[in-house]
């Protein structure tokens, strides 16, 4: 079996790129000029006090040998702390990152179905009234910011209808199943968004299938409706489908982010977030390193299924 | 073979579609002209100072303030008003600049030797796992509030795409018969490059312009949202409605008021995409 063989040459490239991102991502914030002495120190420190926060922070070593201790750590499970609250960067990924993949988890769970109904349905109309409506809705939601998607919900469901609540709150210690209702405005929120990407993607699957010369003889032979969908097109689109929803899993990673800013939902992407504003590098270049990691293990995963599906052809863009 | 007879594959006219297409259109056209020019000329026709305190946080409209105050008590129609252009310039600026890298990396791969070509489109490929947003975060916290920054970012995350897409178009016009042709008549690379290469892949550049203008978009939303960027009290949609998120029980319009012309402004630039995609497809 090659497939083991496949498996191992994509999981090499996936670490030797994981290796190269996550230098990327420590040049990015590293070496640029401005470091985080300013943020640690204060504003207005004498320069002997920065110079010392600077030898604390290990920041007066060359960039290249603090990437190398900083990767060396990495290999053994250790991302450093951060420099607010002096918080190992592991413990943050191991409390909020299971947080962040219930909420894409249970997204997928909902938007996988529905997107392959929509993209099943449009695909097989490609060209109707139908499929225009719905491409078309798809097309100018995808152009939507999840943060403007997410705002309308809540002044809607929350807001005059009070459905919902208007942030996750999580109780302290808990996990988001705790409180299942603070789940459903995000859930909502990055199920719109994915269904937009994932409809579009796969409706040119279906599409393409529906057009083979195998699939024009079923239909002459009188196999229509479901029995053609289930029986021809999807064994036949299966593979591309499963990239398609790959790259809607990938965009989720980066939407997610932005969903839990807006309801405060206690996940990476708001850790990543405040990272960010508090100009914590070592928390920044920790999450940053988590969520590549996270990105390119789904496009493995993705590419697995899609050689076991039988076909390596990806016809996304 | 000059430069004049060379076969251009021209789009047909968007205009010219459908009779049924064309209302539509027209009104899709009017639609973002209004958007863009109220985010462009908006910070001259403002009632009040965007930025000044004047009155209580999220005080009910009134005549004086018709949309109310907000957070902070500043006046939400003149932070609407003066909170577009910022981001609208930031991302036409992205979209430029993410132009400009995919064409001249998409078109060097292409007249680059195959295998110089093939590396450049996997270095390309590498960025492109990277999610936009999180090079546009983590940019901004190794230079804080700066937009140019923001433009960069957006650039980087964006450009991928255009490379590949580039490349490929390019890739079709060099292996075209009369490129063979121009060449074999000795013409230098320069020329092949002006007459041949450039003219031909205007119309895929298009498109995708189009298609990285709607990214840029909403990349440069979502990080005034996140308050990448310009700091400090500058008005800007995105961020008026992260600011006003939390009363948004109290006083819901500050909080939906800029939202309304971001979802305007993004399904019409979203739909002119599509159509000039479907244009020169």
């Known amino acids: 079996m090659n497939l083991l063989a496949f498996a191992g040459r994509r999981l090499a490239g996936a670490a030797l790129l994981l290796v190269l991102l996550s230098a990327a991502v420590f040049a990015a914030t590293a070496v640029l000029p401005g470091d985080a002495v300013s943020s640690v120190a204060g504003v207005d420190a004498s320069t002997e006090q920065r110079a010392h926060v600077r030898a604390e922070l290990g920041l007066d070593r060359p960039a290249a040998e603090r990437y190398a201790s900083w990767a060396a750590g990495a290999v053994r499970g250790d991302l450093g702390r951060g420099f607010v609250g002096e918080r190992p960067v592991t413990d943050v990924l191991a409390t909020r990152l299971p947080n962040s993949l219930l909420l894409a988890g249970l997204t997928l769970a909902v938007t996988a179905p529905l997107a392959l109904s929509l993209g099943l349905w449009t695909g097989l109309r490609a060209g109707g009234t139908a499929d225009r409506l719905v491409s078309t809705g798809a097309q100018a939601l995808a152009a939507v910011p999840e943060f403007v998607v997410a705002a309308l919900l809540t002044a809607v469901l929350a807001v005059w209808l009070g459905f919902f609540p208007r942030v996750s709150v999580v109780p302290l210690g808990g996990t988001p199943l705790d409180a299942p209702h603070a789940l459903v405005l995000p859930i909502l929120t990055l199920s719109t968004v994915g269904l937009a990407v994932a409809t579009r993607l796969l409706r040119v699957c279906v599409a393409d299938a529906a057009a083979a010369p195998y699939c024009e003889a079923a239909r002459l032979n009188g196999v229509r409706g479901v029995r053609l969908a289930v029986r021809h097109i999807l064994p036949n689109a299966a593979g591309p489908a499963v990239q398609a929803l790959t790259l809607t899993t990938g965009a989720l990673v980066g939407s997610s982010v932005v969903v839990e800013n807006v309801f405060d939902y206690p996940g990476i992407g708001r850790e990543l977030q405040l990272a960010v504003a508090a100009r914590d590098v070592p928390m920044v270049q920790g999450i940053a390193t988590a969520l590549v990691a996270v990105m390119l293990a789904v496009l493995l995963l993705g590419d697995l299924c899609a050689r076991l599906l039988g076909r390596r052809e990806v016809n996304s863009r | ?281």
């Open chain 2, 1 to 281: 073979m000059t430069a004049g007879s060379t076969p251009t594959r021209r789009a047909r006219p968007i205009g010219r579609r459908t009779p049924r297409g064309r209302l539509p259109l027209v009104l899709l056209v009017m639609a973002t002209l209004v958007v863009v020019l109220l985010a462009l000329l908006g910070p001259l026709a403002v009632p009040h100072s965007p930025t000044a305190l004047l009155g209580a946080p999220f005080q009910q409209p009134d005549a004086e303030f018709p949309l109310g105050t907000d957070a902070l008590g500043r006046d939400v129609v003149s932070r609407v008003l003066a909170g577009g252009r910022t981001l609208v310039l930031t991302a036409l600026a992205g979209t430029a600049a993410a132009g400009a890298v995919g064409l001249t990396a998409g078109v060097l791969a292409a007249m680059a030797s195959r295998r110089l070509g093939d590396l450049l489109v996997r270095c390309v490929d590498a960025l492109a796992v990277l999610p936009p947003l999180l090079v546009v975060l983590v940019l901004a916290a190794g230079f804080p509030g700066s937009t140019t920054v923001v433009v960069a970012a957006v650039a980087l995350a964006t450009a991928p795409f255009s490379t590949r897409v580039l490349r490929a178009a390019a890739d079709t016009v060099l292996t075209s018969g009369y490129v063979e042709a121009a060449r074999a008549r000795g013409d230098t690379r320069r020329a092949v490059l002006r007459h041949d290469v450039l003219p031909n892949i205007a119309g895929p550049a298009l498109t995708d312009a189009a298609l990285r203008l709607v990214a840029s978009l909403h990349l440069t939303a979502t990080a005034g949202f996140l308050g990448l960027g310009r700091g400090g009290g500058t008005p800007d949609w995105g961020r008026m409605v992260s600011e006003n998120a939390p009363g948004a029980t109290l006083a819901v319009l500050p909080f939906l008021a800029p939202v309304l012309p971001l979802v305007l402004l993004s399904i019409c630039v979203g739909l002119l995409a599509d159509v000039v995609g479907r244009g020169t497809a």
